[in-house]
């Protein structure tokens, strides 16, 4: 069905397209929950997993910047997604940056967005979530992100994340520390491992007055494609990060370079800056998990998210790493049926390939080092 209307959609904006199908999202989740069910059913046991003490039902999930204001959970839920991740959340609300802001590339199935963290902000948003907190078998991550203000600098920055992290931690299965938007004047970000330092012990002094110790996540970009090297960089992030205890890594965030697109030079430059989404960070997302993954030993999950769009993204994005994986872009391009797609095309790969569970796959092509 969604093939039929998707040119349609592709006639609006990316980001008219967008606030169209979020709005059929919400219709359809009040009035046709059944109907939900019947199109996008599959479960199968060799997909379960237990993960930072939750039970996933599959490895697929919603990936941050889809759902940013947390109004479309029961509906990827409906639509058989293993968990979601909202927002990104910031204590601030923001309107963003001035539109047009968001840009499909169609040659190379990607997107471009400048979106300016639009959200509603933290108190908005958090009753929205205590609504869904808790459900079984069904996990929430809640991505934060420092306000989207460049005067905010400094113990600033990390205060306002921290005031974000109190808000909606609670109701929160993992949080996701989005450390690499550069919104602040300087244009400097907290993938700076002195800064990451001071962010986390600042969080995880936050945490350690909650009832419950919330898994936390660091989200990480991806490599640069013309220089493929993971190196000191990534290295000081995972030991800062490891030190201070986090539970894991999601790999990667949009890309700020341009390499290997198809799309030209002139439609390039007309769009000018954004976070580039889709299957040109395919590779180095997939390389990223692979060396997240060998660097921790396999001893902490790691999300893998970018450019995966099949059933054969998703296994070899596994077998390199990645407990769960993460959907966006394909589902632009290919509608809410890729999650089906991508769960019964994962069970038939495995049982192709002899294996009986998801969770002896993860990590098998990472052991062998091939970066």
Same mark, same amino acid.
């Given at each position: 069905m969604y093939f039929k209307? *998707?040119?349609? %959609?592709?006639?609006?904006?990316?980001? &008219? +397209?967008? $606030? !169209?199908? !979020?709005?059929?999202?919400?219709? +359809?989740?009040?009035a046709t929950p059944f109907l939900l069910d019947s199109m996008f059913e599959f479960a199968h046991p060799s997909l379960h997993q237990e993960i930072l003490g939750k039970t996933f039902s599959n490895p697929v &999930?919603?990936?941050? /910047?889809?759902?940013?204001? #947390?109004?479309?959970?029961?509906?990827?839920?409906? #639509? /058989?997604? &293993?968990? !979601?991740?909202?927002?990104?959340?910031? #204590? *601030?609300?923001?309107?963003?940056?001035?539109?047009p802001r968001a840009f499909r590339l169609p040659e190379d199935e990607a997107l471009i967005n400048r979106m300016g963290l639009n959200n509603a902000g933290a108190k908005a948003i958090q009753p929205r979530l205590k609504r869904s907190a808790g459900q079984n078998a069904f996990p929430i991550g809640i991505n934060i992100v420092k306000s989207h203000d460049p005067a905010i600098t400094g113990q600033e920055a990390i205060d306002d994340f921290c005031e974000s992290f109190?808000?909606? #931690?609670?109701?929160?299965?993992?949080?996701?520390?989005?450390?690499?938007?550069?919104? =602040?004047?300087? $244009?400097?970000?907290?993938?700076?491992?002195?800064?990451?330092d001071d962010l986390l012990r600042a969080i995880m002094r936050e945490r350690s007055q909650m009832t419950r110790k919330v898994p936390i996540l660091i989200k990480m970009s991806p490599p640069s494609q013309s220089k493929f090297v993971l190196d000191s960089f990534y290295d000081e992030m995972i030991l800062v990060s490891l030190a201070h205890g986090v539970s894991g890594f999601i790999a990667s965030? =949009? +890309?700020?370079?341009?390499?290997?697109?198809i799309t030209s030079p002139e439609r390039i430059a007309a769009i000018g800056k954004g976070g580039l989404s889709g299957r040109p960070i395919c590779s180095r997302a997939n390389g990223l998990v692979?060396? %997240?993954? *060998?660097? =921790?030993?396999?001893?902490?999950?790691?999300?893998?998210? @970018?450019?995966i769009s099949s059933a054969e993204d998703?296994?070899?994005?596994?077998?390199? &790493?990645?407990?769960?994986?993460? %959907?966006?872009? @394909?589902?632009?391009?290919?509608?809410? @049926?890729?999650?089906?797609? !991508?769960?019964k095309g994962l069970v038939r790969l495995m049982e192709e390939d002899g294996h009986s569970s998801i969770k002896k796959i993860v990590g098998i092509d990472a052991r062998s080092p091939r970066i």
């Open positions: 209307v *998707r040119p349609l %959609l592709f006639l609006l904006s990316a980001e &008219g +397209a967008h $606030g !169209v199908a !979020v709005a059929a999202a919400r219709v +359809a989740q009040r &999930g919603l990936a941050a /910047g889809f759902d940013k204001n #947390a109004r479309l959970i029961p509906f990827f839920k409906k #639509a /058989g997604c &293993g968990f !979601v991740e909202v927002g990104s959340i910031s #204590a *601030r609300k923001s309107k963003g940056n001035k539109r109190r808000i909606v #931690a609670p109701w929160a299965d993992y949080i996701a520390l989005n450390i690499s938007c550069p919104n =602040t004047s300087e $244009g400097k970000t907290f993938e700076d491992p002195n800064s990451l965030n =949009t +890309a700020s370079d341009r390499d290997g697109l692979s060396y %997240l993954y *060998r660097k =921790t030993e396999g001893n902490v999950p790691i999300i893998g998210v @970018g450019g998703a296994y070899e994005r596994i077998k390199a &790493g990645a407990s769960l994986i993460q %959907l966006y872009t @394909g589902l632009v391009y290919q509608g809410p @049926g890729l999650i089906r797609s !991508v769960k």
